[in-house]
Nanobody, 122 residues
Framework: QVQLVESGGGLVQAGGSLRLSCAASGRSYSRSFMGWFRQTPGKEREFVAVISWNEGSTSYADSVRGRFTISRDNAKNTVYLQMDSLKPEDTAVYYC???????????????WGQGTQVTVSS
């Protein structure tokens, strides 16, 4: 089993920044890749970013590339999502995700965090 605990959401003005954290525990193989999705009411959960624990290689959704940065601290078993130049359309519940293979779809994720709200005001 893998447990994911998120923190760092909140309210910020457009153009501002927030950093989300996701602390992971459990079987390391099952969380070889970790990342973030987001979801707004009435819409499907969408991919944001993913990182490999071992290599540190990353992938991003086009909508956030250049504004968001995903990183990891292996010693702390924690993944971060630094969000800069935030826009009102970034408002969503952000979910930490983990899996044994690189993912960009909900179906490929094995474990989910509880979600943290990010609200960007205009």
């Amino acid at each position: 089993q893998v447990q994911l605990v998120e923190s760092g959401g909140g309210l910020v003005q457009a153009g501002g920044s927030l950093r989300l954290s996701c602390a992971a525990s459990g079987r390391s193989y099952s969380r070889s890749f970790m990342g973030w999705f987001r979801q707004t009411p009435g819409k499907e959960r969408e991919f944001v970013a993913v990182i490999s624990w071992n290599e540190g290689s990353t992938s991003y959704a086009d909508s956030v590339r250049g504004r968001f940065t995903i990183s990891r601290d292996n010693a702390k078993n924690t993944v971060y999502l630094q969000m800069d130049s935030l826009k009102p359309e970034d408002t969503a519940v952000y979910y930490c995700a983990a899996g044994s293979r690189r993912f960009s779809t909900v179906q490929a994720v094995h474990y989910w965090g509880q979600g943290t709200q990010v609200t960007v005001s205009s």
